[in-house]
């Protein structure tokens, strides 16, 4: 089974603070994504990563970075965390295939407040 | 561009009553399509994906759901509903090909009452 790992459920940081989200796969997974999800807006796409050091933004990347040193490690990080980015943040993995309908395996999500 | 739209934000069944969650999406390539279904403080578990070789496709428990071209819709449907059905679903849009950008709509959470 596919395992996308992510390396807090829950965190609690004060406001300013430069706060670290990991995400590994152990599937070998090219493309690697980051969302959060608010009630009622669904999951709004971050940043995604189609390969090593390589990195895309998303819909809402403003206030975030990420890093993607290995292939299969996906960092999400809040330079300057505000009280605006708290909220779930889920962890996604896929296969890149040009013919194949693959579909996106997700970490277990990580709340973050920020206070 | 690709997008996905859910018509409901939330849907309320009787247990036993069938269920219709819908969907419609736009993508400018031959996209994938997905239901995801979310339960409460649980991770997002894929329940069923569209693939060309055939317009109804049968996920897990017993849900389908039917890819409409001319209508561009994907609605999720599920004859009768379990109390164990409540839950968040997601309608999720992919591009084949690039960098499969994954689009999800906002949600539809289904109440089941007994």
């Known amino acids: 089974d596919v395992k996308v790992t992510q390396s807090s459920r829950y965190l609690v940081k004060r406001t300013g603070e430069k706060v670290f989200l990991e995400c590994v796969q152990d599937m070998d997974h090219e493309n690697m994504f980051w969302y959060r999800q608010d009630p009622g807006l669904g999951l709004r796409l971050i940043y995604f990563s189609y390969d090593v050091k390589m990195k895309e933004k998303g819909d809402i990347p403003e206030g975030y970075s990420v890093s993607r040193e290995k292939k299969e490690r996906f960092s999400l990080i809040l330079e300057s965390a505000s009280t605006n980015q708290t909220s779930m943040y889920l962890c996604a993995s896929s296969l890149r295939g040009s013919l194949e309908h693959t579909e996106a395996f997700f970490g277990q999500g990580t709340r973050l407040t920020v206070v | 561009a690709q997008s996905v739209t859910q018509l409901d934000s939330h849907v309320s069944v009787s247990e036993g009553t069938p269920v219709l969650l819908r969907c419609n999406y736009s993508?400018?390539?031959?996209?994938?399509l997905f239901w995801y279904v979310q339960h409460p403080n649980k991770g997002l578990q894929l329940l069923l994906k569209y693939t060309s070789a055939a317009t109804l496709v049968k996920g897990i428990n017993g849900f389908e759901a039917e890819f409409k071209k001319s209508e561009t819709s994907f609605h999720l449907t599920k004859p009768s509903a379990h109390m164990s059905d409540a839950a968040e679903y997601f309608c999720v849009v992919t591009q084949t090909g690039g960098y499969q950008k994954v689009t999800f709509g906002t949600g539809t959470k289904l109440q089941v009452i007994p």
């Open positions: 993508s400018s390539y031959s996209p994938s």
